[in-house]
């Protein structure tokens, strides 16, 4: 079955640091892959997805993802960390050979800022 | 933009209570989903339904069910709500024109004494 799996489910960076959050995937066939984010008492909403073409995609509040198919990984990266971006992060994959379209979500990682 | 709303946002329920979770969605989309979000496993799909009067179970439907009757509303049932039921119940809903992006209400906090 597929699954998605993210490193680490708690990540801590400074203000203006790097964000790297960790996915992978398992499947034999690239998947659909999307990040999702949760802030504080709201549902998710769309960062980014991949689907087809470019292995890098850009995504909304500077965020983006590349997508690596040798890795099975699709890591979600910001240059510079705001406060704005502290929020639980998920990572989801559509399989693509199973005609049921469900989202596959990883356990999620929470992402601290600090001043 | 597409809003998905779940009317309640925080319930308090007894053990052996039957519970109705309401999610209604204003876009006339024909896919809609109950996930399931506990910490540290992600969100679970409870159960989807394709189009009205059509569910079929996700991974973790033990001790729930589902009803659509109307293409906007896809309700959530506990028949006989559990502690272990006690959770965050997220609903969302996805457009065939847009097929791989749901949008998710703000979800309903249970929690069952």
């Known amino acids: 079955a597929q699954s998605v799996t993210q490193l680490g489910s708690h990540v801590s960076v400074s203000e203006g640091a790097l964000v790297l959050l960790r996915c992978n995937y398992s499947?034999?066939?690239?998947?659909?892959l999307f990040w999702y984010v949760q802030y504080p008492n709201q549902g998710l909403q769309l960062l980014l997805k991949?689907?087809?073409?470019?292995?890098l995609v850009k995504g909304i509040n500077g965020f983006e993802a590349e997508f690596k198919k040798s890795e099975t990984s699709f890591h979600l990266t910001k240059p510079s960390a705001h406060m704005s971006d502290a929020a639980e992060y998920f990572c989801?994959?559509?399989?693509?050979?199973?005609?049921?379209?469900?989202?596959?979500f990883g356990q999620g990682t929470r992402l601290t800022i600090n001043p | 933009d597409v809003k998905v709303t779940q009317s309640s946002r925080y319930l308090v329920k007894r053990t052996g209570e039957k519970v109705f979770l309401e999610c209604v969605q204003d876009?006339?989309?024909?896919?809609m989903f109950w996930y399931r979000q506990d910490p540290g496993l992600g969100l679970r799909l409870i159960y989807f339904?394709?189009?009205?009067?059509?569910?079929e179970k996700g991974d973790i439907p033990e001790g729930y069910s589902v009803s659509r009757e109307k293409k906007e509303r896809f309700s959530l049932i506990l028949e006989s709500a559990s502690t272990n039921q006690t959770s965050m119940y997220l609903c969302?809903?996805?457009?065939?024109?847009?097929?791989?992006?749901?949008?998710f209400g703000a979800g309903s906090r249970l929690t069952v004494l």
């Open positions: 989801a994959v559509i399989p693509i050979i199973q005609g049921a379209q469900k989202l596959v």
């Open positions: 339904s394709y189009d009205v009067k059509m569910k």
């Open positions: 876009m006339d989309h024909e896919n």
């Open positions: 991949y689907t087809t073409g470019a292995t």
């Open positions: 969302a809903s996805r457009s065939p024109r847009r097929r791989n992006v749901l949008t």
């Open positions: 499947s034999s066939v690239p998947p659909y």
